[in-house]
T-cell receptor, first 112, second 110 residues
Framework: GNSVTQMEGPVTLSEEAFLTINCTYTATGYPSLFWYVQYPGEGLQLLLKATKADDKGSNKGFEATYRKETTSFHLEKGSVQVSDSAVYFCALSRDSNYQLIWGAGTKLIIKP | NAGVTQTPKFQVLKTGQSMTLQCAQDMNHEYMSWYRQDPGMGLRLIHYSVGAGITDQGEVPNGYNVSRSTTEDFPLRLLSAAPSQTSVYFC?????????FGEGSWLTVV
């Protein structure tokens, strides 16, 4: 079946460090892939998405490339800020109505 | 821009009580859904609806009912609350590949 696996957290980095949060998936066909972010005490916000192989989603300095050959959608940012501290969720959808399959989430802590 | 509005934001229930989590969206989206979020498990789909009058079960529907009498509203009912239903609940609507989430409802069953 379909599934999403994310690296376990928490991930703790210093401000201005390079960030990678790994995400791999299992799915048949060509799913759409998403990264959502959840700031403390808030709901989920779409961070970026990619709908086909080799697409790169980007937003707020974050990037992720849809790699079909490695079934991955790793999230990266060149220089993190304290305000990036949040929980990040990777998800996939194979449904036109976008029912999502979610990873467990990765908590990111950025220290000044 | 209201988007997806959930109420209440926080609720404490006693075991066996019933309650309804309200969800409303003002974007005229056909597709709406309810998720629960538990530590270390990501989000799991409870029920979803593809339009007024149509609902279906998701991954974890037991103990919950939904109805969709209008496009705007999609309430989630807990029939007889159990401690296992302590969770954070998110309502969402979607359109053309984008999902919009409400701010969440924190529910504790004691």
């Amino acid at each position: 079946g379909n599934s999403v696996t994310q690296m376990e957290g928490p991930v703790t980095l210093s401000e201005e460090a390079f960030l990678t949060i790994n995400c791999t998936y299992t799915a048949t066909g060509y799913p759409s892939l998403f990264w959502y972010v959840q700031y403390p005490g808030e709901g989920l916000q779409l961070l970026l998405k990619a709908t086909k192989a080799d697409d790169k989603g980007s937003n707020k300095g974050f990037e992720a490339t849809y790699r079909k050959e490695t079934t991955s959608f790793h999230l990266e940012k060149g220089s993190v800020q304290v305000s990036d501290s949040a929980v990040y969720f990777c998800a996939l959808s194979r449904d036109s109505n976008y029912q999502l399959i979610w990873g467990a989430g990765t908590k990111l802590i950025i220290k000044p | 821009n209201a988007g997806v509005t959930q109420t209440p934001k926080f609720q404490v229930l006693k075991t066996g009580q019933s309650m309804t989590l309200q969800c409303a969206q003002d974007m005229n989206h056909e597709y709406m859904s309810w998720y629960r979020q538990d530590p270390g498990m990501g989000l799991r789909l409870i029920h979803y609806s593809v339009g007024a009058g149509i609902t279906d079960q998701g991954e974890v529907p037991n103990g919950y009912n939904v109805s969709r009498s209008t496009t705007e509203d999609f309430p989630l009912r807990l029939l007889s609350a159990a401690p296992s239903q302590t969770s954070v609940y998110f309502c969402a609507s979607s359109y053309q590949g984008t999902i919009y989430f409400g701010e969440g409802s924190w529910l504790t069953v004691v």
